[in-house]
């Protein structure tokens, strides 16, 4: 009877420790929730910037910044299945959150997260393109870019001093420390007469204000700030940590290569 009686007791210790502990944790999300956070499971997906998105069950995606003191993403992949415990949503497109805790559920794999959500942040710039091609290349004394050109894109490389073009490098690198140089990777159509998308160094990059309207663009892992002039419908520069300029000198083709353009603008890399 006593031994039953013992039996008893436990069994009914470990039933309210664990009423206890459901009261903690409907508590604890009654607080979460009055403070706005949230707890979502969904799927990882790092982006060419080197952001982690948390792709939700609707597949949408949903940057998000650690704001804990940890490196809550350091060990996920793009598809992993994760748990993450965040704040608010931002109402955009991508949207975003800042995210406290992260937790790892089960492996995953790139091709887990849907093809079309896979192409549509591809065309926005978040996702890396796979363009194939001739990778151009220019270096100076403090940086070095480079860029693919596809077939049926012709290509120059330039030297600058003061928008003048420098046909001898040798005079060039004698007199650099008295110089401003711009080493310029220009591009176009094969075919094309007129205009070109010109990429370069600048360190004395400078525009009018007068009509200009500027948005944030993303070029593979860089993100750029985009200016056009009085509602055009062709932005005439991005600007990439201020010294890395892209400046669009495109003619009458611009309407018909637009999209090729920034798929080429999406393989620049710089240092």
């Known amino acids: 009877m006593k031994k039953h009686k013992k039996i008893f007791t436990l069994l009914f210790s470990i039933v309210a420790i664990l009423i206890l502990l459901t009261s903690f944790v409907v508590a604890g999300f009654g607080i979460m929730t009055t403070k706005g956070y949230g707890i979502t499971e969904g799927r990882c997906l790092i982006t060419a910037t080197g952001s982690y998105m948390l792709i939700d069950e609707n597949n949408s995606p949903i940057v998000m910044s650690n704001q804990s003191e940890k490196d809550l993403f350091a060990d996920l992949s793009s598809g992993d299945e994760i748990l993450v415990l965040h704040d608010g949503i931002q109402e955009s497109y991508p949207a975003g959150t800042g995210a406290y805790y992260c937790i790892k559920l089960n492996d995953g794999k790139p091709e887990d997260i849907p093809t079309s959500l896979i192409e549509n942040l591809t065309e926005m710039g978040w996702l890396k393109k796979d363009v194939k091609g001739t ?24 030297l600058y001093k003061n928008d003048i073009i420098l046909t001898n490098p040798e005079m060039l690198l004698e007199n650099s420390e008295k110089q401003e140089v711009y080493d310029t990777i220009e591009f176009r159509p094969v075919g094309v007469e007129e205009g070109k998308i010109v990429f370069r160094f600048d360190d004395n990059f400078g525009v009018c204000g007068t009509g200009l309207e500027s948005k944030t663009v993303y070029l593979g892992e860089y993100i750029g700030n985009m200016g056009t002039y009085d509602n055009s419908d062709k932005w005439s520069f991005i600007v990439l940590e201020e010294n890395y300029v892209i400046l669009n000198q495109s003619g009458s083709w611009w309407n018909e290569h637009k999209d090729k353009v920034m798929e080429i603008l999406s393989t620049i890399e710089y240092e």
Do not use: A, F, H, M
């Open 135 to 158: 990778r151009v290349e220019c270096v100076g004394e403090n940086y070095k870019i480079s860029l693919t050109i596809p077939d049926g894109w012709e290509y120059e490389q330039t």
